[in-house]
């Protein structure tokens, strides 16, 4: 195979401009029909074995392409639309409605609620199957064969129990079969692959059918195909886990046999390229570096190559979570921030320490906690002990404001959405206990509906490849969402956290403290998008009293409402025997919800996004980066688990050069060190954005960090555009 520099250019864009052999299978289009009637078709047989069926249908004729320019040379027709990013698959599609129908079935009064809940811009309840982290050290040791044989051997034994066992032996089966269809098209793969100049690929494909992975070749291979074989359906597998360490064997290994450091970095090039060529949907995460229980650190010579083949290949996709600590290697710190500065900001960093103390306080001691990940943006998840559905919940805080102003009626649709509440408080006081109660109330019901449907997880979606990566859901014949894990997890996250605040500092002020507008008029300047209010809209943007300058009242009032988050929900005990975890990231909801929330009491207009994560609305934060900081770190981290991102925008001048760098180590090692959870940011400046916005051909590589992963500015919406403008229109 011709050097990766080579190939390259036939790789990048490799799915979007794939031309899958007729003579392999059947198209996506004919795939959907048979795979839509198999799953809307009544079926006596257990939900699992439908679903089961189907996907075995899909394995065994779905088209095929070989790339020979790349180690990772097939690409299978699912159906995925690789225009923009990666989309569902036909199995996927065609399976959707399921989870409406169940709900609709087993939970008509809830789910009725919930349509209410949907309009208000409540609209993300749900058992969260999308993001998986598989146990990836049971599937590497077993790989395809061993887990087939697992489940096989695992049957036998429920057999034994005969009908008291008929929902565990169901389950098995559904593992078999897929199993076996992933068998097959292994073997599908290897025969065609016969066909094209790519030995290497079609040893490692025969090599897979029948042995667990030996070679770091065949370990990449197979995080890939099983990955393919994940995703069929809802799941996303958002982490290939911490590849330093758990690659760490294969690749010295590998090096005692006489494979060159040098060709390794070639097969990570591919590797990493791969990823970029999909196009994953948020881009695909890894973990990297971190600490063991006694703060020992777990760097390896295999994170220093990682960094240094990522950085030179100037790519956003996979992203990369960095665990930091105390006793961090200091060159890949150092390293880490000086990729971040140059551009290449695909990067989270997370706090060892402050995720250790957020587990504790679920009760979870650290000799578990050592193991954890970070999945999807910034979320923690002890790989192979926990299911902690990161996404269950993606709660508008800001709505509850409207809710409290208008007697639990949602402005805009005019629906009663919270509970009836007092028209006129006398006081702010008053008035902040009747926001509080319905948020409450909102979360209660969310957290509710959410449990509710976790009991029809197997009806609404079957998980068994999934499932079938933890030894315990092979051993007890039970989906991972039957919660057999030793920590079964559900997290509710809050957003809008700005965008509240400076709306109830805006009422305390203006409502009850200058009385300078009464209640019902705040309503109706709501209710007209300002419209006849403009002095008075124009007076509250100027005041300088907003969330994220390190001011006192706006940030009470933050830890306030965060506190009696924490104190109601934070470690609450489950129906299937977790707890809850909390999390304070908005990513993109903060837009989506925005366009179904009416003009807010700080000024912000009727359909305008949120304020995003815990960023200070936009262009408010005018203390800069420092006063900002100052405003994260009064939150107690420990209780929001499932993330509590600092994000930061630096402009160029401020890391220059070698002070710059160490100011820019200090800022992160100050952050840590007082308790913060995540960072991550951009080095941008204003004017930089704006000639991109205006001359798009000159910054088709310019990245940003949109929220928990990375975009090409030029790419983006003029709305999201122009937010990432407004942000840097502050000192710092």
């Not at 949907?118 to 049971?138: K, L, R």
């Amino acid at each position: 195979m011709r050097p990766f520099s080579e190939n390259r250019p036939f790789i990048e864009h490799e799915f979007e401009t794939a031309a899958f052999d007729a003579a392999t299978g059947l198209s996506a289009d004919e795939l959907y029909r048979t795979l839509k009637q198999m799953s809307d078709v009544p079926s006596e047989e257990p939900r699992p074995i439908v679903c089961a069926k189907a996907f075995a249908y899909l394995l065994d004729n779905a088209q095929m392409e070989i790339n020979e320019h790349t180690p990772f040379a097939v690409k299978l027709n699912f159906g995925v639309d690789y225009t923009d990013f990666a989309t569902a698959t036909v199995f996927a599609r065609a399976f959707e409605e399921q989870a409406r129908r169940v709900c609709v079935e087993k939970l008509p009064e809830e789910y009725a609620k919930y349509r209410l809940f949907e309009a208000a811009s409540f609209d993300w309840i749900q058992v969260d199957f999308t993001h998986t982290v598989p146990n990836w050290p049971y599937l590497l040791e077993h790989g395809f064969s061993g887990i087939l044989a697992n489940a096989r051997a695992s049957r036998e034994k429920f057999l034994k129990n005969g009908a008291e066992a008929r929902d565990e032996i169901a389950f098995l089966d559904s593992v078999i079969l897929c199993y076996e269809a992933i068998l097959r098209l292994l073997e599908r793969i290897y025969a065609y692959s016969l066909s094209f100049d790519v030995p290497e690929f079609s040893a490692c494909i025969k090599g897979l059918v029948t042995h667990a992975p030996e070679t770091l070749y065949e370990v990449m291979m197979f995080s890939v195909l099983y990955l393919y074989v994940e995703e069929v359906g809802r799941e996303r597998g958002r982490t290939l886990g911490p590849i330093d360490v758990m690659y760490l064997p294969y690749y010295q290994r590998d090096l005692q046999k006489g494979l060159t450091e040098e060709a390794h970095r070639e097969l990570w090039r591919y590797y990493f390229m791969h990823f970029t060529a999909a196009k994953r949907f948020a881009q695909q995460p890894f973990t990297m570096c971190g600490s063991d229980k006694d703060g020992n650190d777990l760097t390896t010579p295999l994170s220093h190559l990682i960094l240094e083949v990522y950085d030179e290949l100037a790519i956003l996709d996979p992203k990369i979570h960095v665990r930091c600590h105390a006793h961090m290697d200091e060159r890949i710190f150092i390293k880490v921030l000086d990729m971040i500065r140059r551009g290449h900001n695909s990067i989270c960093l997370i706090n060892d320490e402050a995720v250790y103390r957020g587990y504790e306080r679920l009760g979870i001691p650290r000799e578990d906690a050592q193991h954890y990940v970070i999945l999807g943006c910034y979320e923690p998840i002890i790989m192979g002990m926990e299911e902690a559905e990161i996404a269950a919940l993606r709660f508008n805080t800001t709505k509850c404001v409207e809710l409290a102003i208008n007697g639990g009626k949602d402005l805009l649709t005019g629906a009663q959405v919270g509970f009836e509440s007092e028209a006129a408080p006398a006081s702010f006081e008053e008035f902040f206990e009747i926001y509080l109660q319905q948020l409450g109330y909102c979360t209660d019901f969310a957290l509710e509906f959410i449990e509710k449907q976790g009991r029809y997880s197997t009806l609404i979606n079957p998980s068994p490849i999934y499932s079938s990566s933890f030894a315990e859901c092979i051993e007890q014949g039970r989906d991972v969402h039957e919660y057999p894990l030793k920590y079964n997890n559900v997290s509710l996250k809050h957003h809008g956290l700005a965008t509240t605040v400076d709306s109830l500092m805006a009422i305390k002020k203006y409502v009850y403290d200058r009385k300078l507008i009464s209640l019902s008029d705040m309503r109706a300047a709501m209710a007209k998008d300002w419209r006849g209010y403009e002095a008075l809209r124009t007076q509250i943007l100027c005041d300088r009293e907003k969330y994220g300058n390190n001011l006192q009242a706006p940030d009470k009032i933050a830890t306030d409402i965060l506190n009696y988050l924490a104190d109601r929900y934070c470690g609450k005990p489950l129906e299937r025997g977790g707890k809850v975890r909390l999390g304070l990231d908005s990513v993109y909801h903060c837009i989506r919800h925005g366009e179904k929330t009416a003009a807010t009491p700080d000024g912000r207009r009727a359909g305008r996004p949120l304020s995003k994560n815990l960023c200070a609305s936009d262009g408010m934060d005018r203390g800069g980066i420092t006063a900002y900081m100052q405003s994260v770190l009064k939150i107690d981290a420990d209780a929001f688990v499932d993330g509590v991102p600092f994000d930061f925008i630096l402009h160029p001048s401020a890391v220059e050069g070698a002070k710059g760098l160490d100011d820019f180590a200090s800022l992160m090692k100050i952050f840590f060190k007082h308790g913060g959870f995540a960072a991550q940011g951009n080095v941008i400046s204003g004017k930089m954005l704006i000639d991109a916005q205006q001359n798009p051909e000159k910054y088709a590589t310019l990245q940003v960090r949109v929220c928990g992963w990375n975009e090409y500015f030029v790419k983006l919406s003029r709305t999201k555009q122009d937010m990432f403008i407004k942000q840097c229109e502050v000192p710092g």
